[in-house]
């Protein structure tokens, strides 16, 4: 189901809200420091979330880019 999320922010990167993407990336993030082992099975959920959420930011900064490229070639 992400892959639809981060295709639709790419197409249409102003119908997500980066910044509620963001945070969620970032607790990912720190979820991950939290943890204080390596351990796979601990990680694996956060790491997931990490990187499809990350995935839907980077989708929307890059539509976002491609969208000011578009209206400057018009």
Known sequence: AT????????K???????ST??????SAFFAILAIGEINIILMSYPFTILMMD??????????????????LHS
């Open 12 to 18: 249409y990167p102003s119908t997500e809200t980066l």
């Open 21 to 26: 993407w963001l945070i969620s990336t970032v």
């Open 3 to 10: 892959s639809l999320v981060i295709e639709k922010a790419f």
């Open 54 to 71: 990350g995935g839907v930011v980077l989708a929307i900064l890059l539509g976002r880019n491609r969208l000011v490229k578009l209206n």
